[in-house]
């Protein structure tokens, strides 16, 4: 019951009717993802793909929910040596600065994260920073975030604890 209300609150904005006359945008990126804390114990630097859609403008703010993809490989020591996935599903509000040649824009939300399936997973935050460029009505953008949730170790055993990912994504926005 915990984790539909969960869901519900992340899905909550897309209800929200659009204001100050600006459309919702989808934005699609890719790039290098890396692994620091207890994570980096059993996980190597992987990549992200992520796809998500931007509406809600409420001056400056406005809100994002996306749907991530990390993988990584396990590092063979002590650690996994299978390939390591998370999947998360993520709702923040993003503020952006008045829309100029280059925009600094800052991001920070919650977000439900699964590793290896969605048989289990774990509610975690995330916050971050991009810069963006427009070209006709394209949006060209780079983002760090840093993610963070916990890994059950009742499942997990010594693999379980902290996840920090720091994902490095270059996308379009239109």
Request: aromatic residues 12%.
């Given at each position: 019951?915990r984790?539909?209300?969960v869901i519900?609150m992340i899905?909550?904005p897309a209800?929200?009717p659009?204001?100050?006359?600006?459309?919702p945008s989808?934005?699609?990126?890719a790039?290098?993802t890396?692994?620091?804390?207890?994570?980096?114990?059993?996980?190597?630097?992987?990549?992200?793909?992520?796809?998500?859609r931007?509406f809600?403008?409420?001056g400056?703010?406005?809100f994002r929910?996306?749907?991530?993809?990390l993988?990584r490989?396990?590092?063979g020591?002590p650690?996994s040596s299978?390939t390591?996935?998370?999947y998360?599903?993520?709702?923040?509000?993003?503020?952006?600065?008045?829309?100029r040649?280059?925009?600094?824009?800052?991001?920070?939300?919650l977000?439900?994260?699964?590793?290896?399936?969605?048989?289990?997973?774990?509610?975690?935050?995330?916050?971050g920073?991009g810069?963006?460029s427009s070209?006709?009505?394209?949006?060209?953008?780079?983002?760090s975030r840093v993610?963070?949730?916990?890994?059950?170790?009742r499942?997990?055993g010594?693999?379980?604890g902290?996840?920090t990912l720091?994902?490095?994504?270059?996308?379009?926005r239109?």
């Amino acid at each position: 019951m915990r984790s539909i209300f969960v869901i519900a609150m992340i899905a909550a904005p897309a209800l929200l009717p659009a204001q100050g006359g600006s459309q919702p945008s989808t934005l699609i990126s890719a790039g290098p993802t890396y692994v620091f804390g207890a994570a980096s114990k059993w996980s190597e630097t992987g990549y992200n793909i992520q796809v998500g859609r931007e509406f809600g403008h409420f001056g400056p703010a406005l809100f994002r929910i996306e749907a991530l993809y990390l993988q990584r490989s396990g590092n063979g020591e002590p650690l996994s040596s299978m390939t390591q996935r998370t999947y998360a599903l993520a709702g923040s509000i993003v503020l952006r600065s008045s829309r100029r040649l280059f925009g600094p824009f800052a991001s920070a939300g919650l977000g439900l994260y699964g590793d290896n399936s969605w048989s289990v997973y774990s509610r975690g935050i995330h916050a971050g920073v991009g810069l963006e460029s427009s070209i006709a009505r394209v949006r060209f953008f780079a983002e760090s975030r840093v993610h963070q949730y916990l890994r059950d170790a009742r499942i997990f055993g010594q693999f379980g604890g902290g996840v920090t990912l720091v994902p490095l994504s270059f996308g379009v926005r239109f």
